[in-house]
């Protein structure tokens, strides 16, 4: 395991290695301690608006990532700004089992929001957003935001990208200690990040066996039916989505705790595109407690000890657990 860093706010303690995405929805990233996630999607023909990102005041930035979805194989943007800096993309993913060259991108823009909502006041922030001179090629963009508060209760937040087999994947959510579903502070959300999506084009949802939605898609977060708009995720300021919804109402946000049964050590999501022309780049899940992403759970793993002895001066304040994720 490669230990890329140690954030140090509250009772919090992670480590955080990023696995290549280029063979299918697979965990980018992982975060276990008083954590929450913020997610937005903007979209539009006009390529310039803007996206958003919602924090209570006390919140310290953990990570940042800009997501871009592209419907041309040779549309490489180079040109993408968030509030006026040049973000520079480091992965270049096509949708293997899809149709029409669907790609999506990853950029870290955590130095660009933190710099905002560090030290902020707290609630909804803006950042414009210009996704460059590809015009059409560029179906839109997804802000993936994950923050520490002190307040906030012991929680792990899980971002997978690259892309979702049109066929069929499968993601699974694995719990150190068994669920409690009568515990009113238990929680487990899921979010979906779908570009190049309207018109009836849509994917399915099952959460342990139960299919949540056949509706997955649309261009909810974009400003008109036409490429280079044609993106939906599910944000911050969605309401969860029904069981079942129809096409236009559902928002690509979903609240998992229905589907699980007391007792449970995991969350199994699959999702499928039967029609094979839209690209679900991003799931991004926020659950209560110690969680592990399509791998077990993180244990009691001591950090290597060139992590032990650059946080050793901050042990005792913070109260530091350890967490491990698998390289």
């Known amino acids: 395991m490669k230990l890329s860093s140690i954030f140090l706010a509250g009772a919090l303690a992670l480590t955080a290695v990023p696995d290549t995405a280029d063979a299918a929805l697979v965990e980018f990233v992982s975060f276990n301690g008083n954590v929450a996630l913020s997610t937005d999607g903007f979209g539009s023909t006009s390529d310039v608006g803007i996206i958003s990102a919602s924090a ?37 993913v096509p949708n293997a089992t899809a149709c029409c060259d669907l790609r999506s991108y990853r950029a870290d823009v955590t130095g660009i929001v933190s710099s905002i909502i560090n030290g902020g006041a707290g609630g909804v922030y803006d950042f414009t957003i210009n996704e460059g001179s590809l015009g059409g090629f560029i179906d839109g963009s997804a802000l993936v935001v994950v923050y520490s508060n002190p307040a906030l209760p012991d929680a792990s937040v899980g ?10 994947d499968t993601t699974s959510i694995n719990f150190a200690e068994p669920l409690d579903t009568t515990d009113p502070a238990f929680f487990a959300e899921m979010i979906l990040g779908i570009g190049f999506s309207c018109c009836s084009q849509r994917s399915t949802v099952t959460v342990n066996g139960t299919l949540i939605t056949e509706n997955a898609g649309n261009n909810d977060d974009g400003s008109a039916v036409a490429n280079g708009s044609l993106i939906t995720v599910g944000g911050f300021d969605d309401a969860f989505s029904t069981l ?11 609240n998992l705790v229905d589907y699980v049964t007391d007792g449970d050590t995991s969350i199994q999501v699959d ?6 022309d839209d690209n679900i780049f991003l799931a991004a899940f926020y659950v209560s407690g110690e969680a592990g992403f399509n791998e077990p759970p993180p244990g009691a793993i001591p950090l290597p000890a060139s992590a032990l002895l650059f946080g050793s001066a901050f042990f005792a304040l913070f109260g530091l657990r350890r967490f491990k994720k698998a390289a």
């Open 271 to 276: 999702t499928a595109n039967a029609s094979r």
């Open 56 to 92: 209570p005041s006390g919140s310290t930035v953990v990570a940042a990532y800009l997501y871009t979805a592209s419907n041309n194989s040779s549309a490489t943007p180079a040109d993408v700004t968030l509030n006026g800096t040049t973000v520079t993309y480091t992965t270049n």
């Open 244 to 254: 079942l919804p129809g096409y236009g109402d559902d928002s690509e946000r979903y």
């Open 159 to 168: 971002i997978l990208d690259g892309f979702a087999s049109v066929t069929g």
